[in-house]
């Protein structure tokens, strides 16, 4: 081992802390001891963070994640979006968990709706209050308060106005209809 290896290698079990570090921040397969389906998987990470809220609270958190999957900035999977790091601090318990039929019911319930609970720039939700610099509360729902950062709400609600607008146009016959396949 030449002098340059030898900087390399940290003293005082440095090196043991840090691969403690990477393998529980680094890779959310470290949580995984069985693969689970995209509904197993949401029902437990429910169950771990609104076990004892009411249906509608349980859903505007299914509605959360599948916002935050949509947005795309968490991952492209909901495993992904799940175990991203610095997110759903209670997902490393996935594995251990048994949901209810009430988690289960309340997850379905989210996906045979035609029209999201919460508008798709709600990407949060904590329990209690949060005073997070640009974050804009939504709703409160049981001790849940769901919101998202106002850069998004903003991105939101000028996406609604110019569709009202197109909407408009087409209608008044100043622009053509958009031709569906």
């Known amino acids: 081992m ?19 570090f990477l393998l529980l921040f680094s890779a959310p397969s470290a949580y995984a001891t069985e693969p689970l389906d995209d509904m197993e998987l949401l029902t437990r990470l429910v169950w771990l963070e609104a076990r004892g809220e009411d249906d509608a609270g349980q859903q505007a958190v299914v509605q959360v ?15 992904d979006v799940v175990f991203a790091p610095g997110q759903f601090t209670p997902a490393s318990s996935i594995p251990k968990v048994k949901p209810t039929e009430k988690e289960y019911c309340n997850v379905q319930a ?54 009202a607008i197109s909407d408009e146009l087409v209608t008044k016959g100043l622009f053509p209809a958009p031709v569906l396949e």
């Open 65 to 79: 994640v599948l916002n935050r999957l949509e947005s795309g900035r968490w991952g492209d999977t909901l495993y």
């Open 2 to 20: 030449d002098s340059t290896q030898k900087r390399m290698i940290p003293k005082n079990g440095t090196a043991i802390l840090l691969a403690v």
């Open 110 to 163: 989210v996906f045979d709706e035609t029209e999201p609970c919460l508008p798709p720039w709600v990407m949060y939700f904590a329990r209690g209050k949060h005073r997070w610099v640009g974050y804009v509360e939504f709703v409160r729902i049981g001790n849940h308060q769901f919101g998202g950062f106002m850069a998004d709400q903003r991105a939101y609600e000028a996406e609604l106005a110019l569709l």
